[in-house]
């Protein structure tokens, strides 16, 4: 069991958006904003694509969002594309191992 | 441009070690704002954080394994290196060598990863 909670699936059309849910405690996702989310496609290492709940690395397409409520962080992809088909998987600083890192059990995204 | 690469048997059998190591390009493994790590996917199932070590040598590892593993790394050859003790076929995995990013002394996010290396454990 994952220490981070995400749909083990979501699914869209192309061109629309899409969001994919984290979902953790105060410990964890609520209490800090060291939010990341990875992409990763099959047989490849993952990528980060969002770090600090919102902030993109450079290259990144800012059709990539992220955001935070509560103890549930949010990835959104907007006019979703066939190449966003992967996997994504987010992950949180924790109190319980400040230098470790966990994560979600990931979510698979199927572009219709 | 920051590349890791991990070299390492792809077969272990049984009751033995597991020896993986990550060789850095690119960048020095001497810096005090990242940590050199090591994460895991078994086949078909999620990533998992194993450890992490600091470029002055300090280590910090997933309870759930800090029993069976040990993180250390080689300045003079800009790599880092991995071992898992008494290894099962439950430690069959993808495992990835990567670069975590800190600030304020706790680990914010993995910036770089290796491209991973199958490791099959079997007799």
């Known amino acids: 069991q994952s220490a981070l909670t995400q749909p083990a699936s979501v699914s869209g059309s192309p061109g629309q958006s899409i969001t994919i849910s984290c979902t953790g405690t105060s410990s964890d996702v609520g209490g800090y904003n060291y939010v990341s989310w990875y992409q990763q496609h099959p047989d490849k290492a993952p990528k980060l694509m969002i770090y600090d709940v919102s902030n993109r690395p450079s290259g990144v397409s800012n059709r990539f969002s992220g955001s935070k409520s509560g103890n549930t962080a949010s990835l959104t992809i907007s006019g979703l594309q066939a190449e966003d088909e992967a996997d994504y998987y987010c992950?949180?600083?924790?109190?319980?191992?400040?230098?470790?890192?966990?994560f979600g059990g990931g979510t698979k995204l199927t572009v219709l | 441009q920051l590349h890791l690469q991990e070299s390492g048997p792809g077969l272990v059998k049984p009751s033995e070690t597991l020896s993986l190591t990550c060789t850095v390009s690119?960048?020095?493994?001497?810096?005090?704002?990242?940590?050199w790590g090591w994460v895991r996917q078994p086949p078909g199932k999620g990533l998992e954080w194993i450890g992490s070590i600091s470029f002055s040598g300090g280590t910090y590892y997933s309870p759930s394994l800090r029993s069976r593993v040990t993180i250390s790394l080689d300045t003079s050859k800009n790599d880092f290196s991995l071992r898992v003790n008494s290894v099962t076929a439950a430690d069959t995995a993808v495992y990835y060598c990567a670069r975590l990013a800190l600030r304020g002394g706790v680990t914010t996010r993995i910036d770089y990863w290796g491209q991973g290396t199958l490791v099959t454990v079997s007799s």
């Open positions: 992950s949180s600083y924790t109190t319980i191992n400040t230098l470790g890192v966990i």
């Open positions: 690119g960048a020095s493994i001497v810096t005090s704002t990242y940590f």
